[in-house]
Nanobody
Framework: QVQLVESGGGLVQAGGSLRLSCAAS????????MGWFRQAPGRAHEFVAG????????KYADSVKGRFTISRENAKSTVYLEMNSLKPEDTAVYTC????????????????????WGQGTQVTVSS
């Protein structure tokens, strides 16, 4: 079992940047693949980014490629989402998710792939 706690959300102007953090506890962090999802009011969860156990592989939604960067620091049991060039349409609750002992066939973009979820942190981008 792993617990996930997000932080770093807030209000930022369009074109600005934020870095979200997701701290994990309860199990060996390096055994989990990690992902970030977001949900705007009235919408389903949308995949944002995913990262492999070692951090050697990353995946991004087309809407954030070139603007967002996912990374992990296993020694601190933390995954990050660096968000640059933010747009109003990026406004959402951002949630991190974990998958224990993932297979090499794991689909990072599917919410059904993950075992654990954090509570989310609000990101609001003003125009």
């Amino acid at each position: 079992q792993v617990q996930l706690v997000e932080s770093g959300g807030g209000l930022v102007q369009a074109g600005g940047s934020l870095r979200l953090s997701c701290a994990a506890s309860g199990r060996t962090f390096s055994d989990y693949a990690m992902g970030w999802f977001r949900q705007a009011p009235g919408r389903a969860h949308e995949f944002v980014a995913g990262i492999s156990l070692s951090g050697s592989s990353t995946k991004y939604a087309d809407s954030v490629k070139g603007r967002f960067t996912i990374s992990r620091e296993n020694a601190k049991s933390t995954v990050y989402l660096e968000m640059n060039s933010l747009k109003p349409e990026d406004t959402a609750v951002y949630t991190c998710a974990a998958k224990a002992n993932p297979s090499r066939l794991m689909t990072y973009a599917s919410p059904l792939s993950y075992d654990y979820w954090g509570q989310g942190t609000q990101v609001t981008v003003s125009s």
